[in-house]
């Protein structure tokens, strides 16, 4: 009885052994970026780990690391232009061991360009996983020359438009005035003059805006319905409407539209760091971004990613993107301290006043 009982006893003993080792990725990132097809399939591979996922997007990233010194999370996915400043405003992130990351699948320029916005004292504090573009969506057959930013504000679509307010529209809205935003962070007296035009612009546009979007859903609703024929928007969100309506398609704005990486940075506080590169290598596998692709209807930043997309977001792709189109993207320039809080304050402007 005495030997059955230490039996049971070190067989307790190696299952709580085995629970204590067990640790939690805890990932800050955005909707559809952590499906649960692909965490069940890492889980699987690396039955050590539990993946744990908090959905934010830019602004709360920022915002919660920075409350926290950067803790709380063991990698968060930030924009490609919203760490520099970031990092050197608030310290919130760590340089990344790149030894630890297989890069020889990524896309070169998409690499080469996310290293060259996060260095920093000579660290890379991020490298590239989706990537996209922000403009606009049309109903081709019921607004087929909507092709500026400014077009959202046409009186011939009064109360049938739609837009985010968010930073974009005020980018967006800055280049089809004639402005280059970005040359302008320089000289935050003239990017302040630029957000006022931007500011009058868009409120007086109130009367065009059946209702801002909040997110994909309630875009895609609108845009499926009817209610609205175009918006701003990014273009993942088009893609997957073009599935179900072919005369849904995301139209580059002829300024350029702008264009988006989202990145894989670690926070500074991170306890999980070893978790957190198998995972980034986990997700850049081909086969795993074909599930991703599926999920957020983006391309990831490896060699081949359109190949990778469903047929129907790249059959979507093809009728969005010209090469002109590609060769004209904005890519979004790093944002310089202060510039976020001016865009905040005008944003503010633009919601009381677009709110009576």
């Known amino acids: 009885m005495r030997l059955k009982a230490t039996l049971v006893g070190a067989l307790a003993a190696m299952l709580m052994a085995g629970t204590a080792q067990a640790e939690t990725l805890r990932l800050l990132t955005w909707g559809g970026y952590a499906p649960e097809e692909v965490i069940r399939l890492f889980e699987e ?61 990524v896309e070169p320029k998409l690499l080469a360009g996310v290293k060259e916005n996060t260095t920093i004292e000579g660290q890379v504090y991020a490298v590239p996983h989706q990537w996209g573009t922000s403009g606009l969506m049309t109903d081709i057959t019921k607004a087929p020359d909507i092709k500026s930013w400014g077009d959202l504000c046409d009186p011939k679509y009064k109360g049938k438009t739609s837009m985010r307010l968010r930073r974009t529209i005020l980018l967006g809205t800055a280049f089809a005035m004639g402005e280059d935003p970005f040359s302008a962070y320089s000289d935050l007296a003239k990017y302040q003059q630029i957000l006022d035009k931007v500011a009058d612009k868009l409120i007086a546009c109130k009367d065009n805006i059946k209702a801002y979007w909040k997110g994909g859903d309630d875009l895609s609703a609108m845009m499926l319905s009817g209610e609205i024929v175009a918006s701003e928007t990014w273009d993942s969100t088009a893609f997957k409407l073009y599935s179900q309506n072919p005369n849904i398609r995301f139209v580059p704005p002829e300024t350029g539209a702008l264009a988006w990486i989202d990145t894989f940075a670690m926070p500074r506080k991170a306890q999980a760091d070893a978790a957190a590169y198998k995972w980034i290598n986990f997700v850049l596998q081909p086969d795993i971004v074909k599930l991703m692709s599926a999920s957020t209807g983006a391309m990831a930043s490896i060699k081949g990613a359109q190949e990778l997309l469903p047929a129907d977001k790249q059959e979507a792709v093809k009728a969005a993107f010209t090469a002109e189109d590609i060769d004209n993207l904005k890519f ?7 510039v976020e809080d001016m865009e905040g304050k005008t944003l503010e402007k633009i919601q009381a006043a677009t709110s009576n």
């Open 45 to 105: 591979k690396y039955p050590d780990i539990n993946v744990e996922v908090t959905l934010s997007n830019n602004e709360e990233m920022i915002a919660k690391l920075r409350a926290t010194g950067g803790a709380g999370y063991d990698l968060a996915q930030p924009s490609h232009d919203r760490i520099y400043a970031a990092q050197y405003e608030y310290n919130i992130y760590k340089p990344l061991d790149l030894s630890k990351i297989d890069l020889s699948n």
């Open 332 to 338: 979004f320039a790093n944002i310089p301290p202060g």
